[in-house]
């Protein structure tokens, strides 16, 4: 059973671009989450979908925002980018709330 | 208060000893509770899940939870140097769809 699937792996942009990170739950899946991973911070929730609706979000500024699509396939975007958002940003899926949730590989964002 | 609160380490045990991680939460409405071990440079990885007050036993590793103290712990018997990690304990707050992680406890097994 393949496991949750985060792309690119690694990404460098420069201050004010934006980028979109995407991420492919595991078969059957209906939640995905993503989070945020720094050293400092730990890991902090940025929003959970399911079945296509946010049904969460946390504590970050309106440039980061996210979607899913009919296929449980997520994307997190974020626009205008600081050199404060460098971090692992990391991407969950549970078969529905309150279940386990298994996470990608993440994807590693250097803002430069 | 802060939602989920581990010790952050690090903590040091000897090869083949017991290894015991300890984390709080606030939300007394909370119904399941996780353990990931997570590596450096690498994804947190889930280990063991509790939904019940008592003990859950799955190989070397033990979680227990006391949902009148708000208190969840994972014992790690047998610790090897493998289990160097950062141990992150993750709560369900209710219904808000949102999974809230401590901290983490580093832990450095020594051969």
């Known amino acids: 059973k393949a496991g949750v699937t985060q792309t690119p792996r690694y990404l460098i942009k420069t201050r004010g671009q934006q980028v979109t990170l995407s991420c492919s739950p595991i078969s059957g899946h209906r939640s995905v989450s993503w989070y945020q991973q720094t050293p400092g911070q730990g890991l902090q929730f940025l929003f959970e979908y399911f079945s296509e609706t946010q049904r969460n979000k946390g504590n970050f500024p309106g440039r980061f925002s996210g979607r899913q699509f009919s296929n449980s396939r997520s994307e997190m975007n974020v626009s205008t980018l600081e050199l404060g958002d460098s971090a692992l940003y990391l991407c969950?899926?549970?078969?529905?709330?309150?279940?386990?949730?298994?996470f990608g590989q993440g994807t590693r964002l250097t803002v430069v | 208060q802060k939602e989920v609160e581990q010790n952050s380490g690090p903590l040091s045990v000897p090869e083949g000893a017991i290894a015991s991680l300890n984390c709080t939460y606030s939300d007394r409405g909370s119904q399941s509770f996780f353990w990931y071990r997570q590596y450096s440079g690498k994804s947190p990885e889930l280990i063991m899940f509790?939904?019940?007050?008592g003990d859950k036993e799955d190989g070397r590793f033990t979680a227990q939870l006391n949902k009148a103290s708000q208190y969840v712990s994972l014992l790690i018997r047998d610790s090897q140097p493998s289990d160097s990690a950062t141990y992150l304990c993750?709560?369900?707050?209710?219904?808000?769809?949102?999974?809230?992680f401590g901290k983490g406890t580093l832990l450095t097994v020594n051969p």
């Open positions: 993750a709560v369900n707050q209710g219904s808000n769809y949102k999974l809230t």
């Open positions: 509790i939904y019940s007050n």
């Open positions: 969950a899926s549970r078969r529905v709330e309150n279940t386990e949730a298994f």
